[in-house]
């Protein structure tokens, strides 16, 4: 199961820095959640051509996950770990985002 809780406590992760630490917002947002479900298509049709049991080109452990598979024999962990990944990487590119608007605003202020 060292897949499962990897993937776990790196999604919990993403989102408690979200929540204690970054404070972007982007969680709350519209946006975020349909860019995630577009990344979340393309996840399917991806990982479901890797992972399906009938000719899988990446094979996991039986010991290191559930073996929860959804659909096309996609291990639930991947979902889990493709949401840290991406909310990740999101995250902290709306962070920086933001820097660079303070950034701008306090030059224009200085003026």
């Known amino acids: 199961m060292a897949y499962t809780v990897t993937a776990v406590v790196a999604a919990v992760a993403v ?8 404070r ?12 995630y479900a577009i990344c979340l ?14 000719a899988a080109i990446v094979r996991y452990d039986p010991d290191e996950i559930t073996g929860w598979r ?8 991947d979902y889990v770990y ?3 990944l991406v909310t ?3 995250l902290l590119w709306e962070r920086r985002r933001l820097a660079d608007l303070r950034e701008r605003a306090s030059v224009r202020s200085a003026r």
Do not use: H, M, N, Y
């Open 15 to 22: 989102v408690a820095l979200e929540l204690l630490w970054l």
């Open 24 to 35: 972007t917002g982007l969680l709350r947002r519209r946006s975020f959640w349909v860019a």
């Open 41 to 54: 298509l393309f996840q399917v049709l991806v990982d479901g051509w890797l992972t399906k049991r009938s």
């Open 70 to 77: 959804v659909p096309w024999d996609i291990p639930v962990e």
């Open 82 to 84: 493709g949401f840290a």
């Open 88 to 90: 990740l990487t999101l």
